[in-house]
């Protein structure tokens, strides 16, 4: 079994990839079986505080928290090869939020069909379709 504290799940066709918030990506199997771990890295620097995965035309996309921005990982070697600003869209925040909650994002989905990601974030009053090339 696999017992680790998770705060993002994301799969292809054969894996399942999995964050604890750290610069460490688990793969697993369809069993939930650990067969390896990527390290990300950005310019020869760990880059952490993953959370929410998608995996989208063949790359893992990443939440990057706090960051407000969405990494794009290649599953082979763990290296970054893009960033996404996401911080134009957080700019209303709910009700509910207050000084010690900074509204950031948080969620990622893509919609294959219409070749859309959405995106949303922790007390954002929306949720976003954006395409991205």
Known sequence: KFRHNVTGLGSNDTHFFVTEGTNILHVLDEKFQET???????DDHPIGQLTELE????????NHYT???ILVINPEDGQVE???DLSQFNQIPTPQCCACHAPVASGIAFDPEDDLLLISGKYWRFIYKIRVA
């Open 55 to 62: 995996y989208v035309r063949g790359r893992i996309w990443a």
């Open 82 to 84: 893009a960033f996404i």
């Open 36 to 42: 390896t771990q990527l390290r990300i890295i950005y």
């Open 67 to 69: 960051r407000n921005e």
